[in-house]
DNA sequence: ATACTACTTCGTTGATCGACGATATGCGTT
DNA sequence: AACGCATATCGTCGATCAACGAAGTAGTAT
C-alpha cells in the first residue's frame, strides 16, 4: 500500500536545503554579491573584500563550489571564480511558487463550529 | 576615512542569510510546500505530514516563524498555520539579482598580459 | 475541582558549523 | 634544484543544529 512520502523520499528537498544552506550566512552572501558585480574575482580580492582569514574565505568558497552555486577557474597560481549560471534557478522557483501560494486569501479558515 | 563596508556593516546580509537558514533544511522545506498546498494547517496535520516527533516538528515551526516566513493562528488547544505574505521577497529579490549576474557573459575575462 | 488535548520547552546526545593559525600543495619563475 | 605566490587543508575550539523523550503550559470540557 503506497503511503504518504515521507521526509527521505523527497530528494528534491535535500537538494533545494543544500542550496537555501549555502546561501545561509552572511560571508557567502557578500560573496556572491561581489561576484555578481565583478566577473571573474580573484581569490585574493574577496578575502580582501570580505575581511575574514584566507582560510576562512577559502573555506565559504569550498562550500559553494560544492554547492553548485560558483565555478572556479584555475590561473595559477591564482583561481578566477565566477556565479554559475542557472545555479539558483530551483531555488528561485521554490520561492516563487511559495510566495504565490502565500498572497492566497484563504489562509487559515477556521472551521464552522455550528 | 571610509573605508569598504566589512561584513558587520551589512545587516542586510545577515537578514537575508537568516531568511536563506530557514530554507536549510529539509523538513522545513516540507512543512513550507504543505502550508503552500493546504492553507490553514493545523500542527498535527503537519507532525503526520512531515513524519518527525511531534516536539522536532514544534521546533521546526517556532523556527520558521522565529524567521517570519510563516505565522501562527492559535485557536485552543490548536495553532492554524500559514504562509506569511511576502516573507520571503528578499530572499526572491536577491536570488533574481543573482540569476541575472550569472547570465552575463562577461565573466572569467583574464587580464591581458602582454 | 479534575481530566484531556494540543502545543511548547527542557535536557541530552551526536553532528555540524565557522572562526583562526599553521601547514601543505601546486604552479610558475629564477 | 630552490624560491615565491596563491590557494587548499588540517587541527582545534566554541557555538549551533537537529533529533528524541519527558515534562511543562494553556485552554477547554466535564
Same mark, same amino acid.
Given at each position: ?13 535535500? *537538494? ?20 555578481? *558585480? ?18 576562512? %574565505? ?14 572556479g577557474q584555475i590561473d595559477?597560481?591564482? %583561481?578566477c571564480y565566477a556565479l ?24 487559515c479558515v477556521t472551521p464552522?463550529?455550528?
Open positions: 500500500m503506497l503511503s504518504e512520502p515521507t521526509l527521505a523520499e523527497k530528494p528534491d528537498d535535500a *537538494r533545494l536545503a543544500a542550496l537555501a544552506k549555502a546561501l545561509a550566512h552572511p560571508a557567502r552572501l557578500r560573496i556572491l554579491a561581489l561576484l555578481a *558585480r565583478t566577473p571573474g574575482c580573484i581569490g585574493g580580492d574577496i578575502v580582501q573584500a570580505v575581511g575574514l582569514a584566507q582560510s576562512t %574565505v577559502s573555506e565559504h568558497l569550498r562550500i559553494l563550489k560544492a554547492a553548485g552555486v560558483i565555478e595559477p597560481p591564482r %583561481v554559475a549560471p542557472g545555479a539558483l534557478a530551483p531555488l528561485a522557483a521554490l520561492i516563487g511558487a511559495l510566495e504565490a501560494a502565500s498572497s492566497d486569501p484563504a489562509c464552522d463550529k455550528t
